[in-house]
Structure formats: C-alpha cells, structure tokens
C-alpha cells in the first residue's frame, strides 16, 4: 500500500488549510484511513481515523475545528483544518490499515505561525 498525501504548509493562526491522502495499491477491505500527527518533542497522536462506514475517533483537541471526509472510491481520506492553532503545528501522517497491519505515509508539516 502506498500513501501520498498532499496540502500542508504554512498558515496563520485562525487559518485554514486542506490536506488529502491517497492509498493505492493492494486496497483490502475493511480497512481504517485517517491521519495522525507528532508535535515537536511529543509523541504521535490521532486525528481522525475513518472506518469504511464512518468516523470511528476523533480527537478531543480538534473537535469543532477539523472535519474529514473520506471518498471510497477514490480511497482518499480528506482533513479540512480550519480556525487552525499554534498548537496544531506538526507533522500529519497518513495512516491506513486492514486486516495486513497498518501503513503510514510519509509525513507533510503543517505550520501555524504569524
């Protein structure tokens, strides 16, 4: 399986940024899609994780202010980052994983800074 993922960057705080992830590949079904993400010096943490039926975790920290949509077709998951916080600065890892095991993109850094 592999992951791309796009979008990222740089944005203001109360900014809003877009990021999408691809799979291709060997696609089992079922399988979860979502992002995780690592802040400088802190451990990797969830996002969203997205079940082929829906949403199945989100995290209390972006509650409100991130929303996701997953396209199965396409096996693109989606982030929509808005009223974005210094505190969101991190890199955003695409995750996917079936019955396999779990596969992780690359990574691609957001940051929030004025």
């Known amino acids: 399986v592999q992951l791309q993922a796009s979008g990222g960057g740089l944005a203001q705080p109360g900014g809003s940024l877009r990021l999408s992830c691809q799979a291709s590949?060997?696609?089992?079904?079922?399988?979860?899609m979502g992002w995780y993400r690592q802040a400088p010096g802190k451990q990797r943490e969830v996002v969203v994780l997205f079940s082929k039926d829906g949403i199945t975790n989100y995290s209390d920290s972006v509650k409100g202010r991130f929303t996701s949509s997953r396209d199965n077709a396409k096996n693109t998951v989606y982030l929509q980052m808005n009223s974005l916080k210094p505190e969101d600065t991190a890199v955003y890892f695409c995750y996917y994983s079936d019955r396999r095991g779990g596969y992780w993109g690359q990574g691609t850094l957001v940051t929030v800074s004025s």
């Open positions: 590949g060997s696609i089992f079904s079922p399988n979860v």
